[in-house]
């Protein structure tokens, strides 16, 4: 019988068969198996590949026998039972010789029959290439009782040798080629270590039980990366998952290729893993197709641009499992190699390199057969593939966008081409000294309709000029406005002409748009950065389309109306990012915002003027934008007056705001002083984006809701002041309430009672939660004409909301004293009604000392929702032992009336 497969196929302990394959009938001749074929660990049934496991397991990947492991567990405790009994050796041979440290003598190995009379290293065991000699001291072959054996001038070839006992067995040199048939690392119970000191290793047969492989040749003084350092011959990895052998070194940038071939079953594990102190380790894989276990990538470095703990690189298949933990990359060998990996499962904070050969077109392909998995962002970093990895980025030689393919997933597992964030090496991106190169990379996925199989492309953009703005930080802003546009000015820019095609500009102090009104502008270059300085939008209803406009500074509309950027997409990038609107005019931002800055909305005023106010149209579906916003009025004055410099963001959908944060930002959405975010149409403002709004100044800030329309505000909302809900539109709370204290963020109430205000001068608060203002204080102004009101959605299920209504029972002042509370519920479907016969729903929960404190019986006015039918309709109070009260709207049908007239 013979055994094919794809994936490794084996039989199960109970007889069954596991994994995908065909069994096919064979005409070979059936060779009987005797004992000692069993033992050795030879084919049956003229099949090369199968032999019994240890484990009681046949497998496709070649195994000892169960009784040869039975056998290896007697011989060693009869081994290190007399081990204990041995004497220290006291040799050492000096010189030009294999070196034998004054400590221990070692016996422990793998004690298998075949193997029984290897020779035995001992302990710390060096290799010298001073001159052609190579002297060594072991124990005797076949003599692991104790008995030295002769001194030789080489190592036997053809022969098996082992380090354990936590040994260490160094070579030094280039190009040394081990003369032994095997060596083995480790045993079942002790580490051995491998220590290299060499460009170039060939061992035959590298067998790696336990313990591990250091390299330890130090770079030279002129090298920021260590040459590759080679392995050769055959490497079998025995340890196990749980204890996996480590592959590491000694210094830092010290680069590996294992260029021989790796083998290891589904049950062994290999980590790569340098000292904590180390950056740069990479080993790189190339001929690991019989390689089933797993390959565990981890450091406890933290990736910063191009530097990395520990890293691997692969060239064809492995079909086992490779981990990249954080502080890890994983890149292909080369720009003309393919990395065909079983699964692959990537931590947070790890990193993906994009090796391309610019010169010949050519880029690395990561391709994952079974099952990947990806943090929320990927870190990339862009190679040029040249010798060492060099640091410059791919450019396109062509002119012409270049798309090559740079992950390739498993069938029907979609790969989100946003999570993939270039990260260029600090030498091209904007510096003090304005040496600013654009990124030249972007990523997009197309999915295989025949495969299922999604494929990253790693977009390379055609690279371009970069012009740089003059240094005019002598002029004055006034002066500086007075020269005219520097989009219309060429002596604004350092390779004197106006913008123009096929150029990145860098802004770097003060410079203008054109003053025309009603402008159609579009802006001839490939990108606009503001890295300095400000950029002032001038002429009213002008609009300005920037295919690439990079924003590390400030953004101004001034002295004229409103001002929209458009047409292209808006970086926001640096760490003090602002846009600024003034004398009551707009700034609109249609362009779809990315990255990762906050971005800071202010004014322009002085003091309590009304050159100060100011609005923001933020109109893009920002969900790839990750940065907060703060809304900072300039007023300074201690005068209470909002018909002075406040600002305006203006919200259209719940997206403007920003996209998905992995962990909560509760001041996600800063409303300063006086600052108002303003619906202008239905919008949800979803809870599991985990942004918050957080009201940041204790004069207090404003929402409103335009007539007609809904806020569904299920971001949580943190109260450092009074919130004033305004305009006659409906604001629906969804979010839970807490608390600043001036250190932090908490449930508890503030003892000041204007920083737990919730005041409705005009319209209708609804409750989508029922614990949404629990702590605060509901001030309904229904004075003066005034038309306030609370509402509730007629709810069908039960449920808290269903049952308790708006519950605050946290405060002893619910409701502010003598006003009126409207009450009304929306949506009353008399089908229901008539069905259920009675219905009940809560609308207001407080203490019940808090109701009667405020009256609240004759206090409440429940508005009642016509519905079909003849529904008796009342407001029901209900108090509780536990001092809480209830008031529910009770709905009892009692049938249609015919009324004669």
């Given amino acids: ?39 050795n660990g030879k ?33 060693h405790r009869i081994a290190f039972a007399i081990m204990g009994a041995l004497s220290t050796a006291q040799t050492l041979l000096g010189g030009n010789e294999w070196h034998v440290n004054n400590t221990a003598l070692v016996a422990a190995q793998d004690a298998e029959p075949d193997t029984s009379t290897g020779w035995h290293l001992i302990n710390s065991c060096k290799i010298t290439f001073y001159d052609a ?5 072991y124990w005797a072959k076949g003599s692991p009782s104790g008995e030295k054996g002769p001194q030789t001038v080489t190592l036997n070839a053809g022969e098996d040798y082992f380090v354990s006992g936590d040994r260490r067995f160094t070579t030094n040199g280039a190009g040394y080629i081990f003369p032994g048939s095997s060596l083995t690392i480790g045993d079942e119970f002790t580490s051995g270590i491998l220590y290299i000191r060499g460009r170039e290793q060939t061992y035959t047969n590298l067998v790696m039980r336990k313990g591990s492989l250091t390299h330890a040749m130090s770079r030279s003084s002129t090298d920021s990366v260590a040459l590759y350092y080679n392995l050769y011959g055959s490497a079998t990895v025995k340890s196990p998952k749980s204890d996996p052998f480590s592959v590491d070194s000694s210094d830092k940038n010290l680069w590996m290729t294992w260029s021989g071939k790796l083998i290891g079953d589904e049950e062994v594990g290999l980590s790569i893993c340098p000292y904590s102190w180390n950056s740069g380790v990479l080993v790189s894989i190339v001929n690991a197709a019989e390689y089933y276990g797993d390959i565990v990538v981890t450091s406890g470095f933290v990736n910063v641009g191009r530097t990395f703990g520990a890293g691997l690189g692969v060239e064809g298949p492995i079909p086992g499992t490779v981990r990249i933990k954080g502080g890890s990359i994983i890149k292909p060998y080369s720009p003309t190699s393919v990395a065909d990996l079983g699964e692959l499962h990537m931590d947070a904070g790890t990193e993906m390199r994009f090796v391309y050969d610019s010169a010949a077109m050519t880029g690395g392909l990561i391709r994952v057969s079974n099952a990947l998995t990806l943090p929320e962002k990927v870190i990339v970093h862009a190679l040029s593939g040249v010798k060492n ?59 295989d309709p025949d495969t299922g199989r999604d494929t990253v492309y790693a977009v390379i953009e055609p690279i371009v000029t970069t012009v740089k703005g003059q240094d005019v930080s002598a002029y004055s802003e006034t002066k500086a406005i007075a020269e005219g546009s520097a989009l219309t000015n060429a002596m604004f820019w350092s390779d004197g002409r106006v913008p123009h095609s096929n150029a990145h500009y860098v802004i770097n102090h003060v410079i203008l748009t054109p003053v025309i009104n009603n402008l159609e502008y579009e802006f001839p270059g490939k990108s606009l950065l503001v890295y300095a300085g400000r950029l002032y939008v ?80 933020l109109k893009g579906f920002n969900t790839n934008w990750y940065g907060g916003i703060s809304v900072v009025a300039p007023n300074n004055s201690d005068v209470d007056d909002w018909s002075k410099d406040y600002l305006t ?30 619906a202008r149409t239905n919008a949800t403002l979803d809870a599991s984006v985990n942004r918050g709004i957080f009201l940041g100044h204790e004069r207090g800030a404003r929402i409103a809701v335009d007539e007609g329309y809904t806020l569904d505000c299920n971001w949580p909302i943190t109260f450092n002041g009074p919130l004033y809900k305004v305009s006659a539109g409906t604001l629906a709370l969804g979010g839970g309430v807490k608390f600043y204290d001036g250190t932090a963020v908490s449930d508890t109430l503030p003892e000041d009672p204007s920083k737990r205000l919730l005041v409705v001068t005009n319209g209708t608060l609804k409750a989508l939660a029922h614990d949404c203002v629990n ?110 009260t209830t008031y529910s709207a009770y709905y009892k049908f009692v049938g249609t009336q015919i009324i004669l007239r």
């Fill in 1 to 39: 019988m013979r055994l094919q497969s794809a994936a490794q196929a084996k039989f199960g302990r109970a007889g069954g068969m596991k994994g995908k394959g065909h069994i096919i009938k064979s005409e070979e001749r059936t060779k009987a198996m005797t004992e000692r074929e069993v033992i």
């Fill in 133 to 137: 000699k190579l002297n060594m001291m």
């Fill in 649 to 678: 963001i203006n919200l259209y959908d719940g997206r403007n705001l920003g996209g998905a944060l992995r962990e909560f930002d509760y001041d996600a959405l800063t409303l300063g002083r006086y600052c108002m975010l303003q």
């Fill in 538 to 617: 001038y002429g009213s209803g002008a609009r300005y389309s920037i295919p690439d406009f990079r924003l590390s500074q400030q953004l101004c509309q001034w002295r004229s109306g409103g001002v929209t950027i458009c047409g292209g997409k808006m970086h926001v990038c640096g760490t003090e990012t602002g846009m600024c609107a003034t004398g009551n005019r707009t700034l609109t931002v249609e362009s779809e915002i990315l990255g990762v800055g906050d971005l800071t909305l202010a004014g322009l005023g002085n003091g309590n003027t009304s050159d100060g106010r100011g609005y923001f149209n």
């Fill in 775 to 884: 702590g605060l204080t509901v001030a309904l102004a229904n004075d003066e004409g005034a038309n306030t009101s609370l509402a509730l959605d007629f709810a069908e299920e039960d449920g808290d909301l269903k049952r308790y209504g708006f519950y605050n029972v946290k405060t002893d002042t619910p409701f502010e004293a003598e006003k009126p509370i409207n009450i009304q519920l929306n949506g009353v479907d008399g089908d229901k009604l008539r069905e259920w016969k009675e219905f009940k729903q809560g609308l207001v929960t407080v203490k019940t000392s808090a109701a009667d404190t405020l009256k609240m019986d004759d206090l409440i006015s429940f508005k009642k929702s016509s519905a079909s039918g003849n529904p008796v309709m009342r407001l029901v109070r209900e108090d509780n032992p536990e001092g809480v």
């Fill in 389 to 447: 990895d060099g640091w410059n980025p791919p450019i396109s030689k062509t002119g012409e966008e270049v798309r090559s393919p740079f992950l390739v997933g498993p069938p029907n597992v979609r790969i989100d081409p946003k999570i993939f964030e270039l990260v260029p090496d600090p030498t091209y991106e904007p510096r003090n000294s304005n040496d600013y190169r654009p990124q030249r990379v972007h990523f997009e996925t197309e999915t």
């Fill in 43 to 75: 084919p049956y049934a003229g099949n090369s590949h199968v032999r019994f496991d240890e484990g009681e397991v046949a497998s496709a990947t070649p195994r000892r026998g169960s009784i040869l492991y039975k056998n290896r567990q007697t011989f």
